[in-house]
């Protein structure tokens, strides 16, 4: 299966202030008080003025993202940086073959990155999209990296977090539902079985 990232992920109450008057912004909740805003390109023109552009040929390092991240782009994320460290992550898997990339924006300047990698063959921690969420605050916890601590793994593309965000759910609503089978089932509590992030990248 595939998966796909393209968003801005930073302080749930950051980004509720920074969208509170914008049509096309969707908010998804993650877990630690994050939230995710899927970057569509409604969303694009209604920050910019214009249309988005994107990138012809297959990302990389000197050019790490397939959004461009226009100057009116960049200077909207850079000012919501003000109130907080707001990230970009995008990534792009399919078969187990992709890549993913971050930048992270603090005090209205980039404060890290961009990064990008195809190879994932370093520590997990400096995996682009972990290191990046590293530095907008994400604590570790029960799961293997901060991207399936915070809830990335939960949807696969674009249209996923939208209904995610529309619907109002939970990071943990996937939990939620396996615990409640789990509980019909068996007529007694278990521990739910968390799915395999996509934290492997080659999509569980």
């Given at each position: 299966m595939?998966?796909?990232?393209?968003?801005?992920?930073?302080?749930?109450?950051?980004?509720?202030?920074?969208?509170?008057?914008?049509?096309?912004?969707?908010l998804?909740?993650?877990?630690?008080?994050?939230?995710?805003?899927?970057?569509?390109?409604?969303?694009?023109?209604?920050?910019?003025?214009?249309?988005?552009?994107?990138?012809?040929?297959?990302?990389?390092?000197?050019?790490?993202?397939?959004?461009?991240?226009?100057?009116?782009?960049?200077?909207?994320?850079a000012r919501w940086?003000?109130?907080?460290?707001?990230?970009?992550?995008?990534?792009?898997?399919?078969?187990?073959?992709?890549?993913?990339?971050?930048?992270?924006?603090?005090?209205?300047?980039?404060?890290?990155?961009?990064?990008?990698?195809?190879?994932?063959?370093?520590?997990r921690?400096?995996?682009?999209?972990?290191?990046?969420?590293?530095?907008l605050?994400?604590?570790?916890?029960?799961?293997i990296?901060?991207?399936?601590?915070?809830?990335?793994?939960?949807?696969?593309?674009?249209?996923?977090?939208?209904?995610?965000?529309?619907?109002?759910?939970?990071?943990?609503?996937?939990?939620?539902?396996?615990?409640?089978?789990?509980?019909?089932?068996?007529?007694?509590?278990?521990?739910?079985h968390?799915?395999?992030?996509?934290?492997?990248?080659?999509?569980?």
């Open positions: 595939s998966y796909q990232l393209s968003a801005v992920v930073a302080d749930v109450e950051l980004l509720r202030e920074q969208t509170a008057d914008l049509d096309h912004a969707v998804a909740a993650l877990r630690q008080d994050f939230a995710l805003l899927p970057v569509t390109p409604q969303l694009v023109q209604e920050l910019t003025g214009g249309l988005p552009d994107f990138a012809t040929d297959e990302p990389r390092a000197e050019r790490p993202f397939r959004l461009v991240l226009s100057p009116p782009l960049a200077e909207v994320l940086s003000t109130s907080g460290p707001v990230a970009y992550l995008e990534a792009e898997f399919a078969g187990g073959l992709g890549h993913q990339s971050a930048v992270v924006w603090l005090g209205g300047e980039v404060s890290w990155g961009p990064r990008y990698d195809a190879a994932l063959d370093r520590p921690a400096e995996w682009p999209i972990n290191s990046a969420l590293a530095r605050g994400a604590e570790p916890g029960a799961w990296d901060p991207f399936a601590e915070l809830g990335l793994h939960l949807e696969r593309d674009t249209d996923g977090w939208l209904t995610h965000g529309r619907r109002g759910l939970s990071a943990d609503y996937w939990d939620e539902l396996a615990e409640e089978w789990e509980l019909r089932q068996s007529g007694q509590h278990q521990q739910p968390r799915p395999g992030p996509v934290g492997d990248w080659g999509i569980a």
